[in-house]
């Protein structure tokens, strides 16, 4: 039997603590990045801002919608789905970046 | 189903879908596949948004510096505000679920309202600062915007295009997240039943990851 | 592929299982949804077709013959739109996704039934609008929708994309039906690699509709904004770039060209085989090369765009991208030829209807790949070279092959085996008929003929006029194939046998359940022993039937 059939009737208990915590890291990345901001660092804002981003998009994901702790079928769904979004900007700018 | 038919060794084990109804393979409530299926759901949401970010990166590398004059028209502080406004509702959306999840219904409730009114804030502040900017004349087709650079035309379009998008979503999640209370109060969303709510937090989530990339991209490129 | 537990015998069967409109109309069976999807979509192919046959009429000689230069542009248009939106996208992935898909993995219906019927009322809204929009409001942008022209065109182009944004939303929730149906409703005991390459197809042919669709919306969404709140997004006097516009709409209409055609190899798959009676050759790499072609197929969208003005950088890569992915579509036809291959091979209709498929569609990819020449492709764009491929692609392959599966499950549907004699007849028209009538027109692009064109220069009359007999000659043959399956309806019986419950002597599960199926054809769970392509089926006596029904295979 695949993987794809196990069950997971079970919903995994996170503490409050964790959610919280998360929270609380969201909140400082999101006052970190606006600080960065001020400091006009030219060229490296745009870079700074959206690795930021990135990491606040990583830690929501994994925590609050749980996908750390789900079934490893929806990490593949997840990889297949933002990887061909991935694929489809490098693409764009396979024109645009020569123009 | 005829008892004629039934020459099976499959019909002792009991298949894992079928907890529910009596027939095989009739679907019933079966979460995982739930959860796939808002999953799958979700990817059609990011790529919607994730159109929108091709397009707004394509004009981002075209007029760079347009942008960041067009950046610096917008209010930092107000854009901060409300990121925190939507984290928090993020979070107490996951409390929600998880305080569900060990039977405390009234206190789910509870969490969900306050979800609900970051929702509604986030709203109001979103409209006095478009409101602030059509005061300035700055809205799509208006003449002050047409006197204006290209890129800057461009990112106030997308800007109004884009939030305006994504505050739809945030009415949206919020319809879902009252009918859901509703569903709690009823009584067809317990703990032993949260699927259904799981799936609206993920929603939820969603609308609060687009803002995480909208905030940095539009008020701080400036 | 054999089964311990067989299906309930003595039920009544889907069709009869409710009587009355309402009973179809709120159906949530998978089957009867199906069925639904085939009315409508065998409907719009007719008036799709009854279109084309229009154009082509109007262009058997130059000079204006009964069409102005305007209705046919907006003829162009309906006929387009029918056939992309209408008939190609959800024709096998709706009617037989639905129908076979659950059946061949052993479940009784898909994960989620009601929205697969609501999925059937957007594409039924998304079709009126799409018809009524485009038919009484004259839309003439052709089905591409290209800015600049779709947002200064006086004609109301609202309601076809909102139309097409209807059509997307019903794709997009067949696609997420599929994907969890295969996860999540396989019989436990079926392997991935005991899938029959049908389910693969649809499964990879789901992902693109899931994950490319939403583009689409939103980029219609977008023109629509340019339209009505000025948005200039895509408009250069306001600092826009059309250029972006084409970028997104082929980000999802070149992968929904696979959309169209991997269910059609998927069919392919499924009909060499059997009528083959041989193992599938090389099943993980026909497996493989479906998820290859939603994935690389989803890489080569700006190939529609070399001679937009993109970078030349860009089209090197587009183009080389382009090449490459032809490799995953030739694995599957050698593989196909390699099962024939020593094999015991009978020509029945499913059987022609495969052959014509990869003779067809070849003839379609070959010519793709000389588009995929950057200097090539400068010569031919927008010429009728480009109409003739594309319809022996999506025509000569998925169309076909709608055909083809029509004529494999029909007996399964309906329990009624068609006329043979006149299946073949009309089949050989329809495969003369479209050679005549597509042929020509490589040949008239190649000479600079352009497309979408009301008219055109004495020289090309040859071209055009043997195109058009060979329309005449190929609808002929397509009536006959569709009123030969209408005629053998249990409710009409003007020819044809009843068909029993495995007439091809097929190993997947889907010929394991009675034909038509009783609405729950899975009364316990199928125990899955061994292989979908598990060939040759031992051919039983008489008398050895009915023990061979209950016979565990090792």
Known sequence: ?99 | MSDSASITTGAEKPAAHDDHHGHYGVPGYDPAAWKMGMWLFLFTELLLFGAMFIVFAVYLHKYIWQFAAGSVQLDIPIGTFNTLVLLTSSMTMALAIAVLQRGKKELAIKLLDFTLGCAALFCVVKSFEWGGKFEHGIYPGSLHLAAMTLGEQIFFGLYFTMTGLHALHVIVGAGLILWCRARIKSGAVHAERITFMDNIGLYWHLVDLVWIFLFPLFYLVG | MSTQALPAMEQVDYIRAQKGLRSWLTTVDHKRIAIMYLIAIVSFFVVGMILGLLMRAELLSHGEQFLSGAAYNRILTLHGVIMIFLFIIPSIMAVFGNFVLPIQIGANDVSFPRLNLASWYFYMAGAALALWSVGVGGVDTGWTFYVPYSGNTDANVVLPMLAAFLLGWSSILTGINMVTTVHRLRAPTMGWRQMPLFVWGIYATAWIAVLATPVIGITLVLVLFEKFFHVGIFNASMGGDPILFQHLFWIYSHPAVYIMVLPAMAVVSEIVPVFSQKRIFGYRFIAMSSIAIAAIGSLVWAHHMFTSGMADEGRIIFSFLTFFVSVPSAIKVFNWLATMYKGSIRIELPMLFAFAFIFLFSIGGFTGLLQAALSIDIHIHDTAFIVAHFHYTMFGGTGVMFFGAMYYWWPKMFGRMYNKAAGMVGFLLFFVGFNTLYFPLFVAGLKGMPRRYADYLPEYEGYHALSTYGSWIMVTGLLILIFNLIGSLRCLRFWGTDAEENPWDAASLDWKVPSPPPTHQFASEPIIVGGPYDYPIPHLGDDDKQAGKAEVKA
């Open chain 1, 1 to 99: 039997m695949s993987q794809a059939n196990d069950h997971h009737d079970e919903p995994h208990l996170i503490p409050y603590k964790t959610y919280i915590l998360v929270w609380l890291g969201l909140c400082s990345l999101t006052l970190l990045t606006v600080a960065v901001s001020y400091a006009n660092m030219r060229h490296m804002t745009i870079p700074v801002a959206l690795m930021v981003a990135s990491l606040k998009c990583t830690i929501v994901v994994l925590w609050f919608m749980h996908i750390k702790f789900e079934n490893r079928v929806l990490w593949w769904f997840l990889i297949a789905a933002v990887g061909t979004y991935v694929i489809f900007v490098i693409l764009t700018f396979a024109d645009y970046s020569y123009r």
